[in-house]
T-cell receptor, first 113, second 114 residues
Framework: EAGVTQFPSHSVIEKGQTVTLRCDPISGHDNLYWYRRVMGKEIKFLLHFVKESKQDESGMPNNRFLAERTGGTYSTLKVQPAELEDSGVYFC???????????FGSGTRLTVV | RKEVEQDPGPFNVPEGATVAFNCTYSNSASQSFFWYRQDCRKEPKLLMSVYSSGNEDGRFTAQLNRASQYISLLIRDSKLSDSATYLCVVNEGMFSGGYNKLIFGAGTRLAVHP
């Protein structure tokens, strides 16, 4: 079984540019989550999709961040415009049911310069 | 106050040593508890769930004290391959409502040396 896949693995962009991160969950997993770890901080929840619906987006830091999951398959997380403090590692995870453990992807390391 | 607090370490121990990690959490309504392991520049991976009755998986033993809001992880007979960051994680989601939200501690670094 393929795991959770994230693209790209690394991204370096300039402040003010736009970046789109992609996550492909494990096939058949309705639940998809985004987390991020900024430098020196703990991993923080961003949001939770159930199929194509946002179940909980309480962790999204501001309106520069937009997450979508059209068709309930892969998800994208767009940052527009990127700021220096957005640098960090963005993890995606999926689970088949809401009370199952997560499987995390290997993350996208975003550097905003 | 952080929602999940851990000693950052690092813990430097020789092979074969026993090492214990502690963690406290602030939300008494938290539903479930975990220890994750994260290797350098890798994703977190579930090590074990933590139950009030205590649970053991080989050399690893986890304990939960709900009254004290305290979680522990004991590693016996440490191996070089145990070197990693150990993350204490609390689920503040409500399964009945379909919410599933993990709160991570900052992690405790363990370095096992020969």
């Amino acid at each position: 079984e393929a795991g959770v896949t994230q693209f790209p693995s690394h991204s370096v962009i300039e402040k003010g540019q736009t970046v789109t991160l992609r996550c492909d969950p494990i096939s058949g997993h309705d639940n998809l989550y985004w987390y991020r770890r900024v430098m020196g901080k703990e991993i923080k929840f961003l949001l939770h999709f159930v199929k194509e619906s946002k179940q909980d987006e309480s962790g999204m830091p501001n309106n520069r961040f937009l997450a979508e999951r059209t068709g309930g398959t892969y998800s994208t997380l767009k940052v527009q415009p990127a700021e220096l403090e957005d640098s960090g590692v963005y993890f995606c995870a999926s689970s088949p049911e809401v009370d199952y453990g997560y499987t995390f992807g290997s993350g996208t390391r975003l550097t905003v310069v | 106050r952080k929602e999940v607090e851990q000693d950052p370490g690092p813990f430097n121990v020789p092979e074969g040593a026993t090492v214990a990690f502690n963690c406290t959490y602030s939300n008494s309504a938290s539903q479930s508890f975990f220890w994750y392991r994260q290797d350098c520049r890798k994703e977190p991976k579930l090590l074990m769930s933590v139950y009030s009755s205590g649970n053991e998986d080989g050399r690893f033993t986890a304990q939960l004290n709900r009254a004290s809001q305290y979680i522990s992880l004991l590693i016996r007979d440490s191996k070089l391959s145990d070197s990693a960051t150990y993350l204490c994680v609390v689920n503040e989601g409500m399964f009945s409502g379909g919410y599933n939200k993990l709160i991570f501690g900052a992690g405790t670094r363990l370095a096992v040396h020969p």
